[in-house]
């Protein structure tokens, strides 16, 4: 299995930044793509943030220009950073991974628990 554990969620004023960072453990022989996503309440979950293994990033229009995602391959890390918060932004953000283990001879999508974002007007 692989296990996704986060940080840097929190309470932020808007205009404020959040940096989240997500660290992916266990049985890991290769991860493919890694995301942030979100989800407020009565909305359904969306993709905030992509990147690839090769560094490809793609954002939600509402995103771009704001936030910025990024990786350390080498901790099997995805961070990222949030500036310019707005109340919209508020969310219960889940990071995710597709990953191959030593087990599964496939990827897989595994999932974290999710940080709650707050951003107050």
């Known amino acids: 299995q692989v296990q996704l554990v986060e940080s840097g969620g929190g309470l932020v004023q808007a205009g404020g930044s959040l940096r989240l960072s997500c660290a992916a453990s266990?049985?890991?022989?290769?991860?493919?793509?890694m995301g942030w996503y979100r989800q407020a309440p009565g909305k359904q979950r969306e993709s905030v943030a992509v990147?690839?293994?090769?560094?490809?990033?793609n954002y939600a229009d509402s995103e771009k220009g704001r936030f910025t995602i990024s990786r350390d391959n080498a901790k099997n890390t995805v961070y990222l950073q949030m500036n310019s918060l707005k109340p919209e932004d508020t969310a219960v953000y889940y990071c995710n991974a597709v990953a191959k283990t030593y087990f599964h001879g496939t990827f897989n999508v595994y999932w974290g628990q999710g940080t709650q974002v707050t951003v107050s007007s």
């Open positions: 266990g049985s890991i022989f290769s991860i493919n793509a």
């Open positions: 990147i690839s293994s090769q560094g490809t990033t």
